[in-house]
């Protein structure tokens, strides 16, 4: 049973990162792929028309990113984390650098566990807290037994470099689509996470096609540091990677006391 139950998660794990890799490689009513980016008429303001699996992009109602200024505070469960060291498996997927993560690292939060899958960035920040963009965000995806996402969102200030980054940095893939397994080096996702790890929650969604609405959002109160170097970096590869911010339609923000 053990054994089963064991191979039910790696699935659902491998079947998390593939659906959150691969999301611009929907089919549109004839057959063909859908393609989605950062301008022009396949822009943000596009994706809903884009193809019948990102129509909730335009119609949905719990979209991200949002813009973060009226808050209720709440004494909310504490996030713990267990990541634990993976090997180095990174891919260009044409939008962002995504890190697809071995089994065994997850987080809890109350009575829920959520395994990490992935990690990806944006530049700038896609949430703006009181108006305001942070240089750079990681994105920390993990998937729940129930299908659901929790999203940890970890914002970024331009200040001394980050070790993990500059692991990465000095082994981008050379082409997109690609993931490359780098030998001999592994990482710990556990490198971007600040020592306050009190946050902001609400419901939400991908902020990438097909946009689901799937997403319990934390973007972590406290920013670390990332060096000038490291977003110009990101930023000479992807010009463009953050979706505008979305209506809240009466959602209420959460905030860590």
């Given amino acids: 049973m053990k054994i089963l139950k064991k191979l039910v998660l790696i699935s659902a794990i491998f079947s998390a990162s593939i659906m959150i890799?691969?999301?611009?490689?929907?089919?549109?009513d004839k057959g063909h792929a859908v393609h989605w980016g950062y301008e022009g008429e396949c822009?943000?303001?596009?994706w809903g028309d884009l193809g019948e699996e990102y129509a909730i992009c335009k119609t949905g109602n719990r979209q991200s990113p949002v813009g973060i200024t009226i808050t209720e505070k709440a004494d909310l469960d504490s996030i713990i984390f267990n990541y634990y060291s993976?090997?180095?498996?990174?891919?260009?997927?044409?939008?962002?650098?995504?890190?697809?993560?071995?089994?065994?690292?997850?987080?809890?939060?109350?009575?829920?566990?959520?395994?990490l899958v992935q990690f990806h960035f944006h530049s700038p920040s896609e949430h703006k807290i009181n108006g305001h963009a942070y240089d750079m965000v990681v994105h920390l995806v993990h998937k729940g037994?129930?299908?659901?996402?929790?999203?940890?969102?970890?914002?970024?200030?331009?200040?001394?470099?980050?070790?993990?980054?500059?692991?990465?940095?000095?082994n981008l893939p050379k082409e997109q689509g690609k993931v490359i397994s780098v030998e001999g080096v592994?990482?710990?996702?556990?490198?971007?996470?600040?020592?306050d790890t009190r946050y902001y929650n609400y419901p939400g969604s991908l902020t990438t096609p097909p946009c689901k609405e799937i997403v319990n959002w934390f973007v972590l109160k406290t920013p670390i540091e990332v060096s000038n170097d490291q977003v110009n970096k990101f930023t000479s590869i992807f010009s463009k990677s953050v979706r505008p911010i979305q209506p809240l339609h009466g959602r209420v923000v959460k905030e860590s006391r």
């Fill in 43 to 46: 822009g943000p303001d596009h």
């Fill in 21 to 28: 890799a691969n999301i611009s490689h929907a089919k549109d």
């Fill in 145 to 170: 037994d129930d299908g659901k996402l929790a999203v940890i969102g970890v914002l970024m200030n331009t200040g001394k470099g980050n070790d993990l980054i500059n692991t990465l940095w000095k």
């Fill in 186 to 195: 592994k990482i710990n996702a556990k490198q971007f996470i600040p020592a």
């Fill in 86 to 115: 993976t090997p180095l498996k990174i891919i260009n997927n044409g939008h962002t650098i995504q890190v697809n993560y071995g089994s065994g690292s997850y987080i809890s939060i109350g009575q829920k566990r959520y395994q």
